[in-house]
């Protein structure tokens, strides 16, 4: 077929109707982003906890160690690496919180990581070759990912002694260096150096 000009068109297609399925998994999220956005929760994702908010309860699997809840951590500010084994800039920055854990002035607040991968075996790899001592826990339902907003790894996001959000940084940072240190000073209301 030609379109009149010498130029071939493909013939039409006629548009498939979405499944029932799929019409209702849009109608599902559209619903969940509209609650999210009549909360008055700007840049958040749906499900996605906003700064200042409280992050819900819920069960962190161990990946080198025995598994917590986060309500375990309460009473002390929370430093939350969000990462996988594929992401090299994940890599990198985890040598720096692991740096950061051994200062002294770190016992004011804890780190923990969160692994976004679906095979728990490639992130216990990661932290066997790496020697990791910071407590590493498995997301294996998204539940942790979604709520913290991680959208875009490495992530990390701070938390106060109240278990509400006070920041997100989003990329690989210098977590042992001063920059780092003035920012969670600052996130922790100087409980932290």
Same mark, same amino acid.
């Given at each position: 077929?030609?379109?009149?000009?010498?130029?071939?068109?493909?013939?039409?297609?006629?548009?498939?109707?979405?499944?029932?399925?799929?019409?209702?998994?849009?109608?599902?999220?559209?619903?969940?982003?509209?609650?999210?956005?009549?909360?008055?929760?700007?840049?958040?994702?749906?499900?996605?906890?906003?700064?200042?908010?409280?992050?819900?309860?819920?069960?962190?699997?161990?990946?080198?160690?025995?598994?917590?809840?986060?309500?375990?951590?309460?009473?002390?500010?929370?430093?939350?690496?969000?990462?996988?084994?594929?992401?090299?800039?994940?890599?990198?920055?985890? @040598?720096? *919180?692991?740096?950061? %854990?051994?200062? +002294?002035? $770190? !016992?004011?607040?804890?780190?923990?990581?969160?692994?976004?991968?679906?095979?728990?075996?490639?992130?216990?790899?990661?932290?066997?070759?790496?020697?990791?001592?910071?407590?590493?826990?498995?997301?294996?339902?998204?539940?942790?990912?979604?709520?913290?907003?991680?959208?875009?790894?490495?992530?990390?996001?701070?938390?106060?002694?109240?278990?509400?959000?006070?920041?997100?940084?989003?990329?690989?940072?210098?977590?042992?260096?001063?920059?780092? @240190?003035? *920012?969670?000073?600052? %996130?922790?209301? +100087?409980? $932290? !150096?």
């Amino acid at each position: 077929m030609t379109n009149g000009r010498g130029l071939e068109s493909l013939p039409h297609r006629p548009r498939r109707a979405p499944s029932r399925r799929g019409a209702l998994a849009w109608i599902v999220a559209s619903l969940a982003w509209a609650r999210s956005a009549q909360a008055g929760s700007p840049g958040t994702r749906p499900g996605e906890v906003a700064i200042g908010e409280a992050l819900l309860d819920g069960s962190l699997t161990g990946l080198n160690g025995p598994s917590h809840r986060l309500s375990d951590f309460r009473g002390h500010p929370l430093i939350i690496n969000v990462w996988a084994s594929w992401c090299g800039p994940c890599r990198q920055e985890m @040598a720096s *919180l692991e740096r950061l %854990a051994w200062r +002294g002035d $770190a !016992r004011s607040f804890a780190i923990i990581g969160i692994s976004t991968d679906d095979d728990a075996a490639a992130a216990k790899r990661l932290l066997a070759s790496t020697n990791a001592t910071i407590d590493h826990f498995i997301d294996q339902r998204l539940f942790w990912e979604s709520m913290l907003g991680a959208s875009r790894l490495p992530l990390t996001v701070l938390v106060d002694a109240r278990g509400r959000v006070v920041g997100r940084v989003v990329g690989a940072q210098q977590w042992d260096g001063p920059d780092a @240190a003035k *920012l969670i000073a600052r %996130a922790f209301d +100087g409980t $932290a !150096r």
